[in-house]
C-alpha cells in the first residue's frame, strides 16, 4: 500500500524542495504501482506513481531526456523530497500499461489479458517515448489480432466477436499515428462494415485520412458483396450451352428466395458457402452445379479482394507493408 500523504506545512516548505503543490494536491498515489525506493515522482491528472528513475532510463532514451529535465532547477517539483515529474500530454491509462509493462514479469503473457483500449493506450505511449521492445511486444500481438493472412483473419477472435465500434476507430487513430501499418487493412474493414451513423460519430476523432479510407473501403466493400449476389444468378450452371443462368426454374427461384431471405454481409464476413451456409442442399432444389459454382465465386472474391485490401485503403501491397515492418 502507498504510504499515507503527511499534511504539509507551508512555513516548513522551503524554495526547491516544496513537498506538495496545489496543481497536484487532488492527486493520490497509485495503488501498486508505487514504490518506497522510487526515485522519481510521475504525475497524471489522477495518480502519483513513485518508481525508479533507472529502469526508466534503461528503455526510453526520449523519457530519459524529459526526466533530466529538473535537474538543476531550484523550483523543480518535488513530492516528500522527491523529483516530482508532470506527464504531459499522457492519459492516466496510458501511463499506467506502460509502468506495468515495465514492472509486471511475463509482460507477453500479460498482453492477452489486455482489453483493446489498455493496448491502444500502449501502443501509443511507448512509441511516443520509444520503448522500443515493449511497442515491437504490443505490435506483434496485434498483428495476430488484425492479421495480414485471410486465412488467420477468418481464425481470429477478432473475426468471430469484433470489439465495440468506439474501441476499433480509437485504436484505428492510434495505429495511423503511431505508423502500426501492418494492422491498418483490417481495422479499416472493420471500421467500414461498421453501420454508417455509427461511423460519423467517431469521425471527428479521426484525421482526414482515416475518415476518407473508412467511405471508400465501405463503398468498395459494398460493392464487392453486390457483385457477388448479382454473379451468383449468372455463374456457370447447368442447362444449354453458352447460357448465362441455369435453365432449371426451380434451382433459379430457390438460389433467389436463399440470396432475399439471406442478411447482407460485409465480403470476409461471408462464411466459406456464403448464402449455403447451413442449408441442406440434398432437400433443396439448389442443383449440385450451381452450388459448387457459386461457393467458387464466394471464394475468388474474398481471395481477390483480400489481395487488393491494403492496397486500396492504405496504398501499399502486403508485401510492401510487410518489408516495411520487418516481418519478412
Known amino acids: 500500500m502507498p504510504p499515507k500523504r503527511r499534511k504539509t506545512n507551508e512555513k516548513s516548505q522551503t524554495k526547491g524542495k516544496t513537498r506538495q503543490r496545489d496543481s497536484t494536491s487532488?492527486?493520490?498515489?497509485?495503488?501498486?504501482?508505487?514504490?518506497?525506493?522510487?526515485?522519481?515522482?510521475?504525475?497524471?491528472?489522477?495518480?502519483?506513481?513513485?518508481?525508479?528513475?533507472s529502469m526508466l532510463e534503461m528503455y526510453s532514451e526520449a523519457l530519459s531526456d524529459m526526466l533530466d529535465e529538473p535537474d538543476g532547477n531550484a523550483n523543480a517539483e518535488t513530492w516528500e523530497g522527491v523529483p516530482l515529474v508532470k506527464m504531459k500530454g499522457d492519459s492516466d491509462e496510458e501511463v499506467t500499461v506502460l509502468l506495468e509493462a515495465l514492472y509486471v514479469r511475463n509482460f507477453r503473457n500479460s498482453l492477452l489479458e489486455l482489453k483493446l483500449p489498455a493496448l491502444s493506450a500502449l501502443l501509443s505511449i511507448s512509441s511516443k517515448y520509444d520503448f522500443h521492445d515493449i511497442r515491437e511486444d504490443v505490435l506483434e500481438f496485434l498483428t495476430s489480432l488484425f492479421p495480414s493472412k485471410l486465412e488467420d483473419y477468418e481464425t481470429s477472435r477478432i473475426h468471430k466477436q469484433a470489439p465495440p465500434n468506439d474501441q476499433l476507430f480509437q485504436l484505428l487513430a492510434v495505429a495511423h499515428r503511431c505508423d502500426a501499418t501492418?494492422?491498418?487493412?483490417?481495422?479499416?474493414?472493420?471500421?467500414?462494415?461498421?453501420?454508417?451513423?455509427?461511423?460519423?460519430?467517431?469521425?471527428?476523432?479521426?484525421?482526414?485520412?482515416?475518415?476518407?479510407?473508412?467511405?471508400?473501403?465501405?463503398?468498395?466493400?459494398?460493392?464487392?458483396?453486390?457483385?457477388?449476389s448479382k454473379l451468383a444468378l449468372q455463374s456457370k450452371m447447368t442447362g444449354g450451352e453458352n447460357l448465362k443462368i441455369c435453365s432449371s426454374s426451380p434451382c433459379l427461384e430457390a438460389f433467389r428466395a436463399q440470396l432475399n431471405e439471406s442478411p447482407f454481409k460485409f465480403v470476409f464476413d461471408l462464411p466459406e458457402r456464403g448464402i449455403l451456409d447451413g442449408l441442406d442442399l440434398a432437400h433443396s432444389a439448389i442443383c449440385d452445379t450451381c452450388a459448387s459454382e457459386y461457393i467458387d465465386l464466394v471464394g475468388r472474391s474474398k481471395r481477390g479482394a483480400w489481395e487488393i485490401l491494403p492496397k486500396k485503403l492504405v496504398g501499399k501491397s502486403w508485401e510492401e507493408m510487410s518489408r516495411d515492418d520487418g516481418s519478412e
Do not use: N, Q
Not at 36 to 49: E, N, Q
Not at 212 to 223: C, F, H, P, Q
Open 182 to 228: 501492418l494492422i491498418l487493412p483490417v481495422l479499416y474493414y472493420l471500421c467500414a462494415r461498421s453501420p454508417l451513423e455509427t461511423s460519423f460519430e467517431f469521425f471527428p476523432t479521426l484525421p482526414m485520412e482515416c475518415m476518407k479510407g473508412v467511405l471508400i473501403g465501405r463503398e468498395w466493400l459494398r460493392d464487392i458483396s453486390y457483385r457477388i
Open 26 to 53: 487532488s492527486l493520490r498515489p497509485h495503488d501498486t504501482l508505487w514504490f518506497s525506493d522510487g526515485s522519481v515522482v510521475l504525475a497524471t491528472d489522477i495518480h502519483l506513481y513513485r518508481v525508479h528513475k
